[in-house]
């Protein structure tokens, strides 16, 4: 058989031996090795159609696969970020053992800046569908999210098995201005005065957003998996007392928050990076 040599043709062979690899997992059990394969060539689908794309190999999806691992962990960006902002925190992890996994999810950053931005169900489904390659490995998936991401890796552990999370900056207490909070108390009745007066605000993802933010608040003491949260006092974009909220409503005994002096909204940017890292690591470690 020829080998493709366009990205099309390579996607195409690939897609089709994903197919037959499904198949042969529907209609029986597959070997830990021909999971892991099935696993490597989605993710090779992707970082194929990302190289299409032209996006900067750094943003890029990110694989470290171990051999065998008992725990996995999916990490979930913000919607201003990419996988680079993980990519020390997934070598970290992997040294210790585990296998990671970094999907760059559809959004401003990725997509590209829309007028309302990029509708957050896009992120959504593309996490439950890097969730369930992931769990190709095993049933011990741990999920890791910022920002943003800390609500998708909420919403995502409402409705699929989850060993813990780390939310790192959740935003259950955005930072608003006097003309965003009225705008948001309005906004289910305004819509369209809600999207205007947020349009040139921070806080824009909120007119599409909020949605799902709410949805995570609304049912974070359904969740029964640990909860490691982290913030920093000098965050400028959301409030520390969204901790307040996780410290109340979780269930889960080994659930803690961590409150910070500096490292404002990108905690793995800020100057207090390595304590990130490691209190993740131990927390990971901990729960395993």
Same mark, same amino acid.
């Given at each position: 058989?020829?080998?493709?040599?366009?990205?099309e043709g390579r996607i195409e062979n690939m897609s089709?031996?994903?197919?037959?690899?499904?198949?042969?997992?529907?209609?029986?059990?597959v070997s830990p090795e021909?999971?892991?394969n099935l696993l490597r060539t989605h993710y090779e689908i992707q970082r194929l159609k990302e190289e299409k794309q032209e996006i900067p190999k750094r943003?890029?999806?990110?694989?470290?696969?171990q051999k065998n691992s008992k725990d996995q962990v999916l990490l979930v960006h913000g919607g201003h970020s990419t996988p680079a902002q993980y990519i020390r925190l997934g070598k %970290?992890? /992997?040294? *210790?053992?585990?296998s990671v996994y970094c999907s760059l999810l559809p959004s401003e950053e990725s997509v590209g800046v829309q007028r309302g931005g990029v509708p957050w169900q896009f992120s959504r489904d593309a996490l439950e569908l890097r969730y369930d390659m992931l769990r190709l490995l095993g049933?011990?998936?741990?999920?890791?999210? %910022?920002? /943003?991401? *800390?609500v998708l890796a909420m919403n995502l552990a409402l409705k699929k098995p989850v060993q813990s999370l780390v939310l790192l900056s959740p935003p259950l207490k955005p930072q608003l201005k006097a003309g965003e909070g009225t705008?948001?108390?309005l906004g289910r009745l305004f819509p369209s005065l809600f999207e205007k007066m947020v349009a040139r605000s921070p806080h824009r993802w909120m007119?599409?957003?909020?949605?799902?933010l709410r949805e995570a608040r609304r049912h974070l003491s359904e969740l029964d998996c640990p909860i490691l949260a982290v913030h920093a006092k000098n965050n400028m974009e959301v409030s520390p007392q969204g901790l307040d909220v996780i410290r109340k409503r979780s269930r889960h005994a080994d659930s803690r928050v961590l409150l910070l002096e500096e490292g404002g909204h990108q905690l793995f940017k800020g100057p207090s990076a390595a304590r990130v890292e490691e209190e993740t690591l131990t927390f990971l470690q901990s729960v395993s």
């Open positions: 058989m020829k080998i493709p040599s366009t990205t089709q031996t994903v197919w037959a690899l499904e198949n042969l997992h529907a209609e029986e059990e021909e999971r892991q943003d890029r999806s990110f694989l470290y696969l %970290s992890l /992997f040294n *210790a053992g585990m049933d011990r998936i741990h999920v890791v999210g %910022s920002s /943003f991401g *800390a705008a948001l108390a007119s599409d957003r909020y949605s799902a």
